[in-house]
């Protein structure tokens, strides 16, 4: 099992949780000073208080609570949040508005999961031509329905 060291940037800060045993999520918790207004439309950085040193390998994902954006229309602005490996700062959530109606978060509230996703490391080669394949060049909505 891989280890990841965590760090309170502030002594209030709670610490990332899984809701069970299996969950590949790690709840990430509101860790402003007061309550975050969030309007329809509107992107909020919400801070979480803690900083991670991550593997090199992985980067971890920051995504929705499945529950807060269906329910609430609130999720990271870029959908994905990329926390790479050599980043030692505080972890923010841009969370966005989707929704018509206004939402408060509230500190220690749960705001999104963040999820750590292994990658390749690999090496990009500029070329003249690539292989040829079936598909080709076809692009949005080629392959059907």
């Known amino acids: 099992m891989q280890k990841i060291k965590i760090k309170k940037m502030k002594p209030d800060a709670l610490l990332p949780v899984r809701s069970s045993k299996q969950a590949a999520g790690w709840d990430l918790y509101n860790n402003d000073e007061q309550d975050t207004l969030v309007c329809p439309g509107e992107t909020k950085f919400i801070h979480t208080g803690i900083a991670i040193e991550g593997v090199e390998g992985y980067f971890g994902a920051i995504v929705a609570r499945s529950g807060l954006s269906t329910k609430n229309g609130l999720a990271p602005a870029?959908?994905?949040?990329?926390?790479?490996?050599?980043?030692?700062?505080?972890?923010?959530?841009?969370?966005?508005?989707?929704?018509?109606?206004?939402?408060?978060?509230?500190?220690?509230?749960?705001?999104?999961?963040?999820?750590?996703?292994?990658?390749?490391?690999?090496?990009?080669?500029?070329?003249?031509?690539?292989?040829?394949?079936?598909?080709?060049?076809?692009?949005f909505g080629s392959t059907g329905k």
């Not at 490996?85 to 408060?104: C, F, K, Q, T």
């Not at 490391?121 to 070329?127: G, N």
């Open 78 to 139: 870029n959908k994905i949040g990329v926390i790479d490996s050599d980043y030692r700062g505080e972890i923010m959530v841009a969370l966005h508005n989707h929704s018509n109606s206004p939402y408060v978060t509230k500190p220690g509230e749960r705001i999104a999961q963040l999820i750590f996703i292994p990658y390749l490391a690999i090496e990009l080669v500029e070329t003249e031509n690539l292989s040829l394949t079936e598909r080709g060049q076809k692009g």
